[in-house]
Each structure stands twice: as structure tokens, then as C-alpha cells.
């Protein structure tokens, strides 16, 4: 198992379908925002901020996954990316399911000084929902429940690319 994840490393497709499918979801998130009206809380911001991180990640291995410097940079940061977006999307699903006065989230996206992506790009990371708030459901499952699922995919992958480069060719 190990081999075939080290084989599909050492190619640009697999980083190219993982780059795809985190756009994917970040189109998505936007379709919900502007074709369905659904106002993003600050949760699904640092949600939509831990996708971009398993985006720039393949995007890094995508330049040269031959060179195992950019390949494993790529794979700490999808390990860490897809860890933190799970994380959150936890966070985010116990907020929904369990609703509390003293458990509320802020109305304002806290970044980095150095990384103000609220204020760059207020389109598409500018808070503007209730994290409580259980705005869409699929199957009975709220977006940030499908998030968690999409995570812990994206998390077993990322691990096992990781754990794969320490094998032998």
C-alpha cells in the first residue's frame, strides 16, 4: 500500500486531482454563498482557509514532485491542512449540535497580521453567518458534518503519502 502511494507521489497527476478537488470544494463554498444566499460564519471561513492550505499544498508538489524537497513540503502541508480542517469542522459540528451561550464563535475572522485574508478578500472569507445555525443538510447531515467526512479522507490519504516517502523505492 505504502509503495503505491510513494509511486503516485512521484507524479504531478495525483497532486493535480488533489489541487482539483479542493477547488472543487472552494467553488462550492462559493455557489453556497452567492447562488444559495447562505452567509458564511467564521468557522466555514477557517474551513475554506484549511481547503486553500490542501490547494497550496498540492500546488507545491505539483512543481516538481520528482524534487522530494517540494514533494515533502506538499505532504507536511496536506497532513497539516487536512488535520486543521478537521479539526475545525469538529469544532464547527459540536457548536451546531450542542448550541451554548458560553460556547459561541466570534463574529469577526481573527488572521494573521501578516495574512489578512478577510480584508484581501472579503468575497470570499468575510464572516457573515451564526456558526449555531444549521443553514443546510443533506441526508441529515449538516455542511460541516460533510466537512469532517471530507477531512478524514483527505487526512488518511495525507498520512499515508507522508509515511510513504520514509519507505524504500
Not at 474551513?47 to 517540494?70: C, D, H, K
Request: some cysteine; overall charge positive.
Amino acid at each position: 500500500m505504502f509503495h503505491l502511494f510513494k509511486t503516485w507521489s512521484y507524479h504531478r497527476k495525483p497532486w493535480f486531482v488533489l489541487a482539483l478537488s479542493s477547488i472543487a470544494f472552494e467553488l462550492a463554498a462559493l455557489y453556497f454563498q452567492y447562488g444559495k444566499k447562505l452567509d458564511p460564519c467564521v468557522m466555514c471561513i477557517y474551513e475554506r482557509t484549511a481547503m486553500l492550505g490542501i490547494l497550496i499544498s498540492a500546488l507545491i508538489a505539483l512543481i516538481s514532485p520528482q524534487n522530494i524537497v517540494f514533494r515533502f513540503i506538499g505532504a507536511i502541508g496536506f497532513v497539516v491542512a487536512s488535520s486543521s480542517g478537521l479539526t475545525l469542522a469538529w469544532q464547527h459540528t459540536q457548536i451546531q449540535l450542542h448550541p451554548s451561550p458560553f460556547d459561541v464563535c466570534s463574529p469577526y475572522a481573527h488572521f494573521p497580521a501578516w495574512l489578512k485574508l478577510d480584508q484581501w478578500f472579503p468575497w470570499m472569507f468575510q464572516p457573515k453567518g451564526d456558526c449555531s445555525v444549521i443553514v443546510w443538510q443533506m441526508f441529515n447531515w449538516s455542511m460541516p458534518q460533510w466537512l469532517i467526512l471530507s477531512f478524514v479522507i483527505y487526512l488518511l490519504i495525507a498520512v499515508m503519502v507522508l509515511f510513504s516517502q520514509f519507505r524504500g523505492r
